[in-house]
């Protein structure tokens, strides 16, 4: 079993910038890789970001490619997204997944999920 727990989330105007954290716990965070899901109001959630579990594989959706970077500690347990020059289609609800394998981008692959962070662009 993973807990997993996401902060950072909040309001910021387009152009801005805010910094995701997923603070994990229950088991070996190395032995995961982890993932960003994202679901709007209306939407499907959809794949932003994942890294592999020793961090030197990353993978991103095209829409966020050049903007966003995930890295992870595995000394600490925790998987950030790093998210700039944000726009208001950015706005969501934002997931940190655990997938005990090795990086997906498909949703229904991963084991677990935080409670979610709502982040908020403003235009």
């Known amino acids: 079993q993973v807990q997993l727990v996401e902060s950072g989330g909040g309001l910021v105007q387009t152009g801005g910038s805010l910094r995701l954290s997923c603070a994990a716990s229950g088991s070996t965070f190395s032995n995961y890789a982890m993932g960003w899901f994202r679901q709007a109001p209306g939407k499907e959630r959809e794949f932003v970001a994942a890294i592999s579990s020793s961090g030197l594989t990353t993978g991103y959706a095209d829409s966020v490619k050049g903007r966003f970077t995930i890295s992870r500690d595995n000394a600490k347990n925790t998987v950030s997204l790093q998210m700039n020059s944000l726009k208001p289609e950015d706005t969501a609800v934002y997931y940190c997944?655990?997938?005990?394998?090795?990086?997906?981008?498909?949703?229904?692959?991963?084991?677990?999920w935080g409670q979610g962070t709502q982040v908020t662009v403003s235009s």
């Open positions: 997944a655990a997938v005990r394998r090795r990086l997906t981008v498909v949703r229904k692959e991963y084991d677990y």
